[in-house]
């Protein structure tokens, strides 16, 4: 079990948006985390990834406590979410976007004494053949197309050698087509480096097709997990997704 | 005992005339989103119009101090129009450089303005003999115009309350200050607004300014203390808020009157030591919210 | 496109060999109150570079940078006056205290946003600034300090220019080099994008605060190498009327270009020199009318403006180049 999620919660005003969630991840495992909007997907992961403090709960990380922790304390524990709108640099290149990630990862963050210039050119045009920006390493990313920055935001969070990678609709705004390729390739590069990944995600066919076990939020509460096919039978989930 | 009674009575004097200062900027602030470093060059200019007007226009008779208190807000309040329709309008929405840039230029252009205007001499402006005595309460003699400031003060506070909560214009503002697109989507002119609030702010400062001259002299190196603790008061009661601006403006000059008290010339570090404690409890002021 | 960026480094360094020249030859042809104007724009400069290095880089806009390049002018004229240290160590002390108030300062600061931080690094100047102007016994208050000795070896002219012109060199030299760095690199994306930057492991306020702290160090360095310059330490250049000077030479040569607070710098004293010898005192009348015209017009500065230019000329070139 890599991650452990026990009893978290997390109130706005007196809304609940996360309430009393338990959830685990085995490792190396795929798991997608539906919902209807307003479910408390969103929220919940910004409560793994140290965007929002939690009310309550734990959240075990490789046997240690990491609720509450904040955002840069997360990452260096190697939990890397992407974003749901998209959040880059937009007036700096593809390729230094990518290299921050990876000087920050390897402690280079306070480095005053040597020029980042080409730093770590290797590591970052490799990651980059494998989002297939390659020929836009010297773009600006404000100017790149959207399909692009969704690439580029997950070379960002795998640049960190992640263990567990939270995507929140790493497709979303994409056309069907690019969507099926963004996915794609998010789970080629998850299988081959071993990586846990959870995903959140509204296109049912990604959901059925890529995940390996399918957790339901409903109104901040858990009410389902399964593997596909229990989801798909569940009565619960049809209720709320079909209606009464 | 009389002494502390004293400071206190100084002190909400002090605390009047910030109050007066800073509810305009904290107008301005919230509902236009504008920095306008140029408000304590306002105030001081009021003092400068007051000072003309009660012994120029008006010869410096018993009276004229408070024809020249009706005038000079009026005039202000127009004076604030114009700069709102010339200069600030075309920087709404900008950077924050870009109006500290241009705010603080004004400061500068205000600043040899008075030198032109009024040369380098500090101006007195003759006391006025109605309300100019002083009264006695508990057996401690107040000044009356003391009590006359904290008067006029709490009337504006509650005038402002009622326009900011009852009337259109405050509804209006309000609604500018939280989403000024949405607000010209329903048709809500919100350059209107903008310039309203933006007058208002300076007729304010006018009252401020008018009353001040009473109580001190006028002189040239006014104006950065007196933008700086505007600021201060904005900050520490939090961006936008009237209430805010009430409370930080008391605790800022009973901080002052009690320090100067106890410590001499460096009461001023205490103000400094109050926004510092305020903001490291409330990182958006006593009634802010991290909105803006 | 590379044949672009060669011939722009070509020309840079062109242009920065042609200015190491000058600078180093200037003494032979001027004295006086010329050599004294070049070493205002040196130290002027120095100082707008040290401030860019938090405005630019870091994207914190401080308006409170005098009182750190008071506190270093102070300490200088006060242990120039009154102790025997060798003037290497003054410096030294005098920066160093620039920082300490720097990290104070900088502590309470750097989690504010935007125009929080702006005013309250205004308020912290001003406090330092009152401290100064009200401390009569030890700064002499509003009558300063006056005849400041200076050590047998810079009474000269040229050597002085010299001394200020080095130090001021090396240390923006190593600005230079600390904005490359990966430090420096990091720095300008919390400033692009801090929200992200966290999200990639950074304490973006652990990285503004450094840079707040090394960029008050070199402010402290310039008020004391002002010190030298002028022999004396009066409150007027420590209060806000200092940190706007310095903010505008930034903003007038552009932020983000490294030299281009330099350029600013340069401007801002030739200008003052040239209005202050035809009005002798309308000077802040001129000044706060530049304010106005730079916002409203030039708001990303003179560099930036010809960057632009510059751009949009190669831009065209390269179009009508495309099609022989």
Known sequence: MIIKVEGLNKSFGGVKAVNNVNLSLQRSEIRALIGPNGAGKTTFFKLLAGNLKPDSGRVIFEDEDIAGLKPYEIYRKQIHKTFQHLNLYPKLTVFKSVQLAFVSQHGKRWDLFSWMGRMFEDEVMDLLHKVELVDKAEVQSGALSHGEKRRLDLAIALAGDPKLLLLDEAASGLSPDEAREVMALIIRLARERELTVCFIEHDMSFVFGLAERISVLHMGELIAEGDPEEIRNNETVKRIYLGE | METIFLILVGGMTKASIYFLVAAGLTLVFGVGKVINFAHGSLYVLAMYVTYSISTGLFGGGPYSFWYALVLTPILLGAFGCIIERFLLRRIYGKEHLVQLLLTYGLVYIFQDIYRLGWGVMPKIVPHTTFMGGSMSIMNVTIPQFNLFVIFCSAAVFLALSLVVSKTSFGRFSRAVAFDEGMCELLGVNTQAVYTGIFALGCFLAGIGGALATQLGVVHLGMSAHITILAFILVIVGGVGSINGAAVAAILVGMTESFGALFLSEFGLVLIYLVMVTVLLWRPFGLFGKPAF | ?324
């Open chain 3, 1 to 324: 496109m590379l044949r672009d960026d060669k011939s722009v480094n070509r020309t840079k360094a062109a242009l920065g060999t042609a200015l190491a020249l000058a600078l180093l030859l200037t003494p032979l042809l001027i004295d006086g109150y010329w050599l004294h104007l070049l070493m205002e724009i040196i130290i002027l400069g120095f100082f707008a570079i040290s401030l860019n290095l938090v405005m630019g880089y870091g994207g914190m806009i401080s308006f409170g940078h005098a009182g750190f390049y008071g506190i270093g002018l102070y300490i200088t004229a006060g242990l120039l006056k009154h102790s025997g240290l060798p003037l290497p160590l003054i410096l030294l002390t005098a920066s160093l205290c620039g920082a300490l108030c720097g990290l104070i300062v900088g502590y309470l600061c750097v989690r504010l946003r935007a125009f929080y931080f702006a005013i309250l690094t205004l308020a912290f100047g001003q406090l330092i600034w009152a401290v100064i102007f009200k401390w009569y016994k030890v700064t002499g208050g509003e009558d300063g300090i006056i005849g400041v000795p200076l050590p047998e070896f810079l009474s000269n002219e040229t050597t002085l220019y010299f001394f200020i012109l080095a130090i001021c060199a090396f240390c923006i030299g190593i600005i230079y080099w600390i904005v490359n760095t990966s430090f420096g690199q990091v720095l300008a994306a919390t400033r692009e994008n801090s929200e992200r930057t966290e999200c990639i492991g950074v304490n973006c306020n652990r990285h503004r605060l450094v840079a707040f702290v090394i960029s008050t160090f070199f402010a402290g360095l310039a008020g004391g190498l002002y010190c030298l310059l002028s022999r004396s330490a009066f409150p007027d250049l420590v209060e806000w009327g200092k940190s706007g000077e310095v903010l505008l030479s930034c903003v007038l040569g552009g932020m983000y270009s490294f030299f281009g607070p330099f350029v600013g710098a340069a401007l801002m004293i030739m200008l003052e020199s040239l209005v202050t010898s035809f009005f002798t005192d309308r000077w802040p009348l001129v000044l706060g009318t530049i304010f106005v015209v730079v916002a409203l017009a030039v708001p990303q500065g003179i560099t930036g403006y010809i960057q632009e230019k510059l751009q949009r000329r190669l831009a065209t070139l390269k179009q009508t180049g495309a099609t022989p």
